[in-house]
């Protein structure tokens, strides 16, 4: 009796940007079950971080393996890091999917799973994407605590202000149409309103913002020209002078 496989075939965000082929992987484990007498039954392809699995198609994938209990001999992916970049979890999904009779396999880096030894190279092909991924987190940390410390906000705008470059394509905050709207709402504290009459005068005047909202906005050192650094890995909070 022929064999039968679902495939699956991944882009992450940025890589479909940069142009990165869901066609090109589909052709390779066309051909490779095409050379292995395997039938595919079902392809899915997503544009999804690999991160975890809790990705749309994958969940479709799991409800189609669910629902064809037995009918299934393979997945195949092109690369490991098309599968998963988390060792622990891809683990226990290629476990999962044992038990439903089901070998994972990437085709570009095939595993005996008939030899005990061959989990070392397993893990060591789901371990460097996961390592690639915490390398590239921390250095996307460092280059906003860098940025932050010399006093250019690199994160999301906060409320009367909006993202832009300067000359040198560095991030920058500058004011948005909202603006008006804050420096009113400091206006009416000076004057003595208090933040639940505050709250509703903005409302009358078109610019809706929950109370809470409010109180983190006036307390945003922001909005006098600073920038709050938050306390990392042991480092203490820090206000230094911004670039707005």
């Known amino acids: 009796m022929k064999e039968t496989a679902i ?8 890589e479909q940007a940069k142009g990165y082929s869901l066609d090109i992987q589909k052709d390779h ?3 490779h079950c095409l050379d292995c007498n395997i039938e595919i039954i079902k392809t899915y392809c997503e544009d999804h971080s690999a991160k975890d699995f809790n990705r749309p198609e994958f969940k479709k994938l799991e409800e189609f393996v669910k629902n064809n209990k037995g009918k299934i001999n393979w ?3 092109t690369t490991w890091d098309r599968f998963s970049r988390n060792i622990s979890e891809a683990l226990r999904i290629i476990d999962k999917f044992k038990k439903l009779g089901i070998t994972v396999q990437a085709i570009q880096a095939p595993i005996d799973f008939s030899i005990p030894e061959s989990l070392m190279i397993l893990s060591m092909y789901l371990a460097m994407p996961e390592v ?16 932050l ?14 993202n832009s470059r300067d000359e040198n394509n560095r991030p920058l905050i500058i004011p948005s149409s909202d603006a008006k709207y804050i420096k009113r709402a400091y206006e009416l504290i000076l004057k003595g309103f208090s933040q639940t009459e505050v709250k509703i005068q ?4 078109g610019y809706n913002i929950a109370k809470t909202t409010l109180s983190e906005t006036l307390r945003n050192p922001v909005y006098i020209g600073q920038v709050r650094i938050k306390s990392i890995e042991g480092i203490p909070e820090l206000i230094v002078d911004g670039l707005h």
Request: hydrophobic share 30%; with cysteine; net charge positive.
């Open 29 to 31: 484990i066309k051909k």
């Open 75 to 77: 997945l195949f992916v």
């Open 202 to 205: 903005l409302n009358k005047e």
């Open 7 to 14: 495939s699956m075939c991944r882009v992450s965000s940025d």
């Open 149 to 162: 410390k010399s006093g250019r906000w690199s994160n999301k705008a906060p409320r009367g202000y909006k």
């Open 132 to 147: 690639d991924n915490t390398r590239r987190s921390m250095k996307i940390k460092e280059g906003m605590q860098a940025a």
